[in-house]
C-alpha cells in the first residue's frame, strides 16, 4: 500500500492574552470535578468542552445512573462527588423511590438521576467556583515538548477558528487521553496495543412507561425469548435494562457496537447509525415483550456516542487487576472503590456473555465492607511535569478499567488531579515528584474518604519491568 498524500499547512492562530492556572480539557464528570475543585483553591481555571453541557456520559450520553458510592456499609465516593449527588436529590431531580442510603451506605447500587437537572446544577457549582466555561471548543493540537515533559499551551477550535491558550498546567479529562496523545505522552490504544477492546452503545430515552407493571427480575427470560423468536439483527444476552429517571421516563441501555474504533470517523459514524437502528429494537422489544411498556415511546437516543475503552495513558503507576483482587491499599491513594470488573463482552457470542457473567458476579466482585486503592501516579504520564489525566484515559490495564470506569470514580480522579494542579503551582513541585502526602491531606479537608492510615510524600510507582 502507498502513503496517503498529506500537506503542510501554515496559518496565524491567535493567542488568547490571559494565562490561566489551570486548563481541563473535557467537560465529563471527571473534567468538571477537577475544575471545580481547583477553582475553589484559588486557581484560575478554563475548562474547554466540545458540547453545550457539562456532564459528558451523564448528560450528553444519557446513561442516567451514577455506579455505586458505598460498599455496603460505608459511604467511599465523598468530597466533590458526594456533594453534587446530594444537592441533585435535594433539588428533586432524582426518582421518588431514592434515598439516600442508596449512595451512603448500599452495597453495588446505582443511583438514578435527570439528565437536565444535572445539567443545571453542573452549571451552577462552574459559575460558583469561578470556573470560566467555553462549550463547543474542541482540543485539537498541543504546544509542547515530551523532552522535558512540559505543554505549554493547547489549540482549540470553536466557530470563530483556532485559538491558542497557554496556561501553567493542564489537566486531560477528554475519555479518550487527546490531550495527552497531541502532548507526545506514551498512551496505550485498546485493540492495538490491547488484544480487543470493549464495545460501545447508544443510549436512550424511553417515556410513557407503567413503571407499576415492570419487573427487573423478568427481563432476562423476556430477551431469551425475544432472541428465539427472532426479533433483533444482533442476538445479545447482555442487556442492562431500563432504569427509572422519573415518573414515567426511563433510559435504556441496550444494544453493542462491536468492532468500531474509537479513532476513526467512518467507523464511529457507521457505529452512531447502527446504534440508533439497535435503539428502535430495543424499543420495540419493550413494547412487544415487556408488561408495563406497551405505550412507550422512543423520545431520545445520545448525541454521544458510549464509548467504554480507546486510549489510555502509561502512567507513574498502573492500576491492575491484581492490585483489585488484592483489596490493595496505597499510602497516596486518592479514592478507594467497591465496584465489580464490568468488562463488557467483546462479541454477541454465548460465551462472552458467560465470561462476563463470571465477572461481574463471582470472580471479578470485592464484597461487602472491602474496597481498592486508586494511587496518585495513575494520573500522571510518566516524567510529565505540569501534565495530569483524569477519567477512563487513566493508568490501568483493561481488565480494571472495568471497575474504575463509572462515573463516580472518575470524579474523584478529577478532584485529585484538579487539588494536585494546583498544590504544583503552588510549591513549584512537579507532577511526577509531587508531596503526596500534603495532597491526601487536602483532598480530606475537602471531604474525600481516603482511609490509609500511612501516608508517604512519595508516589507509589510501578515496578521497573
Not at 220 to 238: K, N, V
Not at 366 to 373: A, K, N, R, T, V
Not at 379 to 389: A, I, M, T, Y
Amino acid at each position: 500500500m502507498g502513503v496517503a498524500p498529506s500537506f503542510r499547512l501554515v496559518r496565524d492562530i491567535p493567542v488568547d492574552a490571559t494565562t490561566w492556572d489551570v486548563v481541563v480539557a473535557g467537560g465529563g464528570m471527571a473534567g468538571v470535578s477537577a475544575a471545580v475543585c481547583a477553582a475553589r483553591l484559588g486557581g484560575k481555571v478554563l475548562l474547554v468542552e466540545a458540547t453545550g453541557c457539562l456532564g459528558g456520559m451523564a448528560t450528553s450520553g444519557l446513561v442516567n445512573t451514577f455506579g455505586p458510592m458505598a460498599d455496603g456499609e460505608r459511604q467511599l465516593v465523598r468530597g466533590f462527588m458526594g456533594e453534587l449527588v446530594e444537592t441533585l436529590h435535594c433539588r428533586g431531580f432524582m426518582p421518588a423511590e431514592v434515598a439516600p442510603d442508596w449512595w451512603r451506605t448500599a452495597y453495588l447500587t446505582w443511583t438514578p438521576f435527570q439528565q437536565e437537572g444535572l445539567k443545571l446544577v453542573l452549571d451552577e457549582l462552574a459559575a460558583a467556583a469561578g470556573v470560566e466555561v467555553r462549550f463547543f471548543t474542541h482540543t485539537t493540537d498541543a504546544d509542547a515538548d515530551p523532552a522535558s515533559g512540559l505543554v505549554r499551551g493547547i489549540i482549540v477550535r470553536d466557530t470563530a477558528g483556532h485559538g491558542y491558550l497557554g496556561a501553567r498546567t493542564f489537566v486531560d479529562c477528554t475519555g479518550d487521553a487527546v490531550l495527552a496523545a497531541l502532548a507526545g505522552a506514551p498512551c496505550r490504544v485498546a485493540g492495538r496495543d490491547t488484544p480487543r477492546a470493549m464495545p460501545g452503545s447508544v443510549m436512550s430515552l424511553l417515556a410513557g412507561i407503567d413503571f407499576s407493571k415492570h419487573r427487573k427480575e423478568e427481563v432476562s427470560g423476556r430477551l431469551e425469548q425475544a432472541i428465539r423468536d427472532g426479533h433483533f439483527t444482533q442476538p445479545d444476552r447482555h442487556f442492562p435494562g431500563v432504569t427509572r429517571v422519573d415518573e414515567t421516563t426511563g433510559y435504556l441501555n441496550g444494544g453493542h457496537l462491536y468492532g468500531i474504533s474509537p479513532f476513526d470517523a467512518r467507523s464511529m459514524s457507521e457505529g452512531a447509525r447502527q446504534g440508533r437502528r439497535l435503539a428502535r429494537e430495543y424499543h420495540a422489544f419493550c413494547r412487544r415483550y415487556l408488561p408495563g411498556f406497551a405505550n412507550a415511546e422512543l423520545v431520545a437516543t445520545a448525541p454521544s456516542l458510549g464509548i467504554r475503552e480507546s486510549r489510555r495513558i502509561e502512567g507513574e503507576y498502573e492500576l491492575t487487576e491484581a492490585d483489585f483482587l488484592a483489596r490493595r491499599q496505597f499510602p497516596d491513594q486518592i479514592g478507594v472503590y467497591n465496584r465489580p470488573l464490568d468488562v463488557h463482552a467483546y462479541d454477541a457470542s454465548p460465551e462472552q456473555h458467560e465470561r462476563l457473567l463470571r465477572d461481574f458476579v463471582k470472580a471479578g466482585r470485592l464484597q461487602p465492607g472491602e474496597c481498592f486503592g486508586i494511587p496518585y501516579g495513575v494520573l500522571v504520564p510518566r516524567g510529565w511535569k505540569n501534565l495530569w489525566v483524569a477519567g477512563r484515559c487513566l493508568s490501568c490495564d483493561n481488565r480494571v478499567l472495568g471497575a474504575v470506569r463509572a462515573m463516580p470514580a472518575v470524579a474523584m480522579l478529577g478532584q485529585a488531579a484538579g487539588t494536585a494542579a494546583l498544590q504544583s503551582l503552588r510549591t513549584g513541585a512537579p507532577a511526577s515528584a509531587l508531596d503526596t502526602a500534603t495532597l491526601v491531606h487536602t483532598l480530606r479537608s475537602a471531604g474525600a474518604y481516603l482511609p490509609q492510615a500511612i501516608t508517604a510524600p512519595e508516589m507509589t510507582r510501578r515496578e521497573a519491568p
